[in-house]
């Protein structure tokens, strides 16, 4: 897994930025717990992970 940007995220899920961001809103404790703020533009593997499962994402391999 590597990092990937809120903005290849959401083109994976199939949903708009905003709606990505939004997501992200509701996982803030957990993204404030690796030090990553609803405003980063990179997200770093472990959050990617756990995004991807939450969200049902599949990423490219």
Aim: aromatic share 10%; with cysteine.
């Amino acid at each position: 897994m590597r990092s990937y940007t809120k903005t290849e995220l959401a083109r994976a899920a199939g949903v708009s930025v905003e709606t990505f961001r939004r997501w992200l809103m509701s996982d803030r404790a957990f993204l404030e717990a690796h030090n990553v703020t609803t405003k980063s533009k990179v997200l770093p593997p472990k959050v990617v992970r756990y995004l991807c499962e939450k969200y049902d994402i599949d990423l490219p391999t």
